[in-house]
């Protein structure tokens, strides 16, 4: 599961024209003056990076009407969840900011499954602005369905309920797995209908993030061949993500191996829940280490490495099981973009010996990504089977038994520590000799061992056939099956009778496919 290759070096980024100046549309706004005291958005990220951050405003929207609200969140934003359900609260989710407040839309590059596209950017968001958390940490807020942009390309700019409501269950469902993610703050219908394979209602997601930086972002800037834009974007992403690497010498390698360990961690912890992505483009993958877009996503059932859910990933490029190496891939984009600034470096320190120096130096912080990867993994895998230490050879082979008679990934794990494993298998004997090598490096304290195990094991994950139920339901008006959804996979260690039937997979087999809802 870890990249065993030595990682591609990154080589120089083409050049890029500047895009073209884009102006803000005319809108009316209703009377938003309460919104005011919602929340206090910044625009930080419009101020220092002008070039990446094209003001634009909103679609307007006929009837907004709020679906869900993720309270736990508003109130980490130190927002009063009453506030937002107001009508003002609600316009200010679907973009009705007040006088004075600059919503943009972010320009990015982005290599889409390998194919570089020199200008994507947010062709149906918007960045609302920055908030302060109560926890004093910036925290993004950007609207997702919001109305086509300059970056809209054929997009009609507009969301639908379905996806928008996938993004809400997943988000919230990796954050109780302890998965770095975005989340959904809201998700709330416009009152139109918007055609997809059929007319269904339109929505406006909020996505709360550490920040929206991305491979991607860097890409464009660096093409642009703007020295300067590229060194002010990586001095903003260092003062956001890694502030003790501030007016460091070193600080633009110090930022590339903070990226490329973050990105490491988060994947380890995706392989161990059984995550697919589904569209690990370089546009979606973020600097601060975050999970991010969950379009065609989904989770195993029946363990296999090939695992595809995509109906745009014809090729498996983005597999369950290559997941680990397309994000070395797009982190190898991410240090190309960075080479004018290492190469910078270098001869700041004198020792500079052109651009060869600054891809060997990019090249040997890429290199660290499979033992970095490899530990997270390994040292997550010991605990999901009870070990004191990782034992990877034994990993391996279970695998290889889960593979082979496709048995449920997330329900194995659980029954391990229930002691009824065997009977997932309908060829037992070689569970049995491999849950005897086990046995053997198990502690002594097996009831201690089996509660440390479920701490980490989930019971609940967002089946895909149960998401899928609860979207159907939801866009035909009844959202008791997503609540009750997203109760389960909140609490996602937690073995409650009245949360059984969401607990397994589905009885057949039927391969089981994702969109990306655009």
């Known amino acids: 599961m870890v990249p065993t290759s030595t990682p591609e070096r990154p080589r120089p980024h083409p050049s890029h024209a500047e895009h073209p100046r884009l102006l803000v549309p005319a809108r ?22 002008p070039a990446l951050a094209t003001p634009w405003a909103a679609a307007p929207f006929p ?6 609200l993720n309270e736990p969140l508003a109130a980490e934003l130190g927002v009063d969840p009453a506030a937002l359900r107001t009508p003002a609260g609600t316009g200010l989710l679907v973009g009705r900011v007040p006088e004075g407040v600059r919503t943009v839309a972010q320009v990015y590059a982005g290599h889409q499954f390998g194919r570089y596209q020199p200008r994507l950017g947010d062709g149906r ?11 004093g940490s910036r ?28 993004e809400y269950v997943l988000g919230e469902a990796m954050h109780a797995l302890g998965i770095p993610t975005t989340r959904a703050l809201s998700v709330v219908t416009t009152g139109e209908q918007v055609p997809r394979e059929r007319l269904l209602p339109g929505a406006v997601l909020c996505r709360v993030a550490a920040s929206h930086l991305r491979v991607g972002t860097f890409a464009y800037a660096a093409a642009t061949g703007d020295a300067a834009l590229l060194r002010d974007l990586a001095d903003h992403a260092i003062e956001r993500h890694h502030p003790g690497l501030v007016g460091a010498p070193d ?16 994947v380890a912890r995706w392989m161990l829940v059984g995550f697919v992505h589904g569209v690990m483009n370089t546009d979606n993958t973020t600097i601060s280490g975050e ?9 195993l059932d029946a363990y296999d490495p090939a695992a595809v859910f995509s109906s745009i ?18 982190l190898a984009r991410f240090a190309e973009a960075l080479l004018p600034l290492l190469q910078a470096g270098t001869e700041a320190a004198g020792t500079d010996a052109g651009t060869d120096a600054a891809v060997e130096i990019a090249t040997e912080v890429l290199q660290g990504f499979a033992p970095r990867y490899q530990a997270a993994y390994d040292r997550g895998m010991a605990a999901k089977l009870g070990l004191d230490a990782p034992d990877p050879a034994l990993a391996a082979d279970l695998l290889e038994l889960l593979h082979a008679q496709r048995v449920d990934h997330t329900g194995f794990f659980r029954a391990l520590s229930a002691g009824t494993a065997r009977d997932l298998f309908t060829d037992r004997a070689p569970f049995e000799t491999w849950a005897a090598r086990r046995d053997a490096l198990l502690p002594d304290d097996r009831a201690a061992v089996a509660t440390a195990m479920d701490a980490v094991n989930p019971v609940h994950i967002p089946r895909n056939h149960r998401v ?19 109760d389960a996979v909140t609490h996602p260690f937690d073995d409650r009778p009245d949360l059984t039937d969401l607990a397994g997979p589905p009885e057949d087999a039927t391969p089981y496919i994702t969109y990306c809802g655009t």
């Open 139 to 166: 925290r993004d807020l950007h609207l997702k369905g919001s109305g086509r942009t300059p970056y809209a390309r054929n997009g009609d700019g507009k969301a639908v309920l379905g996806p928008m409501l996938r």
């Open 63 to 68: 009837d907004p009407q709020l679906v869900v």
């Open 251 to 266: 600080r633009y390698l110090g930022l590339l191996r903070g990226v490329v360990d973050a990105q490491a961690d988060l």
């Open 313 to 330: 990933d014809h090729t498996g490029r983005y597999a369950y099981g290559n997941q680990p190496s397309m994000v070395l891939w797009n």
């Open 125 to 135: 968001a918007l960045l609302l602005g920055e908030v302060r958390d109560v926890a």
């Open 28 to 49: 009316s706004l209703d009377d938003v003056t309460a919104a005011a005291t919602l929340l206090d958005l910044d625009d930080a990220f419009a101020r220092a990076l």
């Open 291 to 299: 999970t991010i877009d969950y379009g065609p996503c989904a989770f």
């Open 468 to 486: 899928e139920e609860a979207l159907d339901a939801a866009t035909a008006g009844d959202t008791g099956p997503l609540h009750r959804l997203v």
